[in-house]
């Protein structure tokens, strides 16, 4: 496995970028946390501990090599007028595009993956976490053995930075093929939220692959 050093600029330190950054920072990468309010950022990343800094959302960006999408789907044009082209970085898109009454914004044709690729055609864009929920990062083990962590890119060093991260949080990657594929792994996350949280079974439960 390759384990480098990453710089990866988290957008959008909410309860996804902030757990991440936790996580990614004491596996010896580089966090650049990007905010909308610099100075919450700045505040957060001190009080996270080292490997990390606050800032706004260009200047994170411009930093990193890697940059995580942690914000909601609606911000995506905001977010790009402020980062740009991104070019020859990794975006890892961990985002699902629901809408406010909890459905998907689009799919079955298309998706939010498929879109930011098309968005940032300079950029080498990766599906993955976006089906995992975030009390799973911190202890992704399910009855002896590791969540599956599901993951899709036209790039394979994408697909490899994935592969890391996850990897290293103690997941099992699953290379589920092309960008295009995110308009099936975003629904798996919607089935997921229905199934926790609309039906009553809860968040403690995980969709595994299993091989014969
Ligand atoms: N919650 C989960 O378990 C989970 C799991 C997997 C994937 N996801 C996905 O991860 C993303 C984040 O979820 P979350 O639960 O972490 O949400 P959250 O706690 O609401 O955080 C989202 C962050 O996005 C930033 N943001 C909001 N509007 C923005 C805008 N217009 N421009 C730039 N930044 C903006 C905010 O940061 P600032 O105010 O500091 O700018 C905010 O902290 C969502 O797309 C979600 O679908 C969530």
């Known amino acids: 496995m390759n384990n480098q050093s990453l710089k990866i600029a988290i957008i959008g330190p909410g309860q996804v970028g902030v757990t991440l950054a936790k996580l990614w920072s004491k596996t010896g990468h580089e966090i650049f946390l990007g905010s909308r309010e610099p100075a919450k950022a700045a505040l957060i990343a001190s009080e996270l501990g080292q490997n990390m800094q606050g800032m706004g959302i ?12 942690s914000f909601p789907w609606y911000a995506l044009i905001d977010v790009q007028r402020e980062i740009g082209k991104c070019e020859g970085k990794v975006i890892i898109d961990c985002i ?3 809408t406010s009454s909890g459905s998907l914004a ?3 044709k298309w998706s939010a993956g498929e879109e930011i690729a098309q968005t940032f055609p300079l950029a080498k864009v990766v ?9 799973h990062f911190e202890d992704p083990i399910f009855d002896g053995s590791p969540a599956t962590a599901y993951y899709c ?7 490899g930075i994935a592969v890391q991260l996850a990897t290293e949080m103690g997941f099992d990657p699953v290379d589920i093929g092309p960008i295009k594929h995110a308009r099936y792994l975003e629904p798996l996350a919607l ?5 926790a949280f609309h039906m009553g079974k809860g968040a403690d439960f995980t969709f595994k692959l299993v091989n014969r």
């Open 96 to 98: 699902n595009p629901i």
């Open 58 to 69: 260009a200047d994170a960006a411009a930093a990193a090599d890697i940059i995580l999408f």
């Open 106 to 108: 689009l799919g079955h």
């Open 153 to 159: 890119s036209n790039s394979d060093e994408a697909k």
């Open 191 to 195: 089935l997921w939220i229905q199934m």
């Open 127 to 135: 599906k993955a976490f976006n089906h995992i929920y975030l009390g």
